[in-house]
């Protein structure tokens, strides 16, 4: 590891005023599914994030390594405070000192907005502990075998702070936002949780309140 490189602290992980990195991409794909993950403290697996999962606990484990004389950082803590931003990185590759970091996804190779919010955090992150630009970085498809390179353009990072706002507005209301109750939800692991179908259509919605409360006629 560089020795300039300056890591979070212990109690950087319990600062209540830290945004988890991997809060953007739930805000990103869906702020209600943020909200039950990171205000309500709901979770729940399907096959999506059991793949996920696995995905990540191949490179979870923190060490480092040299390939092809690149420098290797597995599971690298990473922390922003320009942006209030804590987290890990799966690896980080440095090239010639400058910091690369890759992402492990279980899905296919194909362009996403969401994951490429979240590696764009690594790299501000990463900018913000080196003192050293970071333009692109790398979305790893463990289905494909295959990475996709990601630059991390005005436009992105213009996006990143959005995010970021949006988030913290979004914990600091502590409430949930409406359901999307669109294409989204059919991948959802919390869909179960957030009921999208009924809570997204207000007839639907109050016809089930009011079942919650209905008896059983007797024969």
């Not at 702020?31 to 205000?39: D, E, M, S, W």
Request: charged share 30%.
């Amino acid at each position: 590891m560089s020795e300039e490189l300056l890591p979070p602290r212990a109690e950087d992980w319990g600062d209540p005023d830290l945004i988890p990195i991997s809060a953007l991409e739930h805000y990103s794909y869906c702020p209600r599914q943020a909200a039950l993950i990171h205000v309500e403290a709901v979770w729940e697996e399907n096959l999506y994030t059991l793949r996920g999962r696995f995905v990540h606990e191949l490179v979870d484990v923190p060490g480092e390594e040299w390939r092809e004389g690149v420098q290797l950082e597995r599971s690298l803590p990473l922390l922003s405070r320009r942006l209030g931003l804590v987290g890990k990185a799966d690896i980080v590759e440095f090239h010639d000192d400058t910091p690369y970091p890759v992402d492990y996804k279980h899905g296919p190779r194909r362009r996403h907005e969401h994951d490429d919010l979240q590696l764009c955090a690594q790299a501000v992150c990463l900018e913000e502990m080196t003192g050293r630009p970071v333009p692109r970085g790398a979305i790893f498809h463990a289905s494909s075998r295959r990475r996709r390179e990601v630059r991390f353009d005005a436009a992105l990072r213009q996006r990143l702070l959005e995010a970021v706002t949006g988030l913290r507005r979004l914990l600091q209301q502590n409430a949930l936002p409406p359901p999307v109750n669109d294409a989204r939800c059919r991948r959802c692991s919390l869909k179960a949780s957030c009921l999208p179908q009924v809570t997204g259509e207000p007839r639907r919605l109050r016809r089930f309140l009011a079942s919650l409360w209905q008896t059983e006629k007797e024969p």
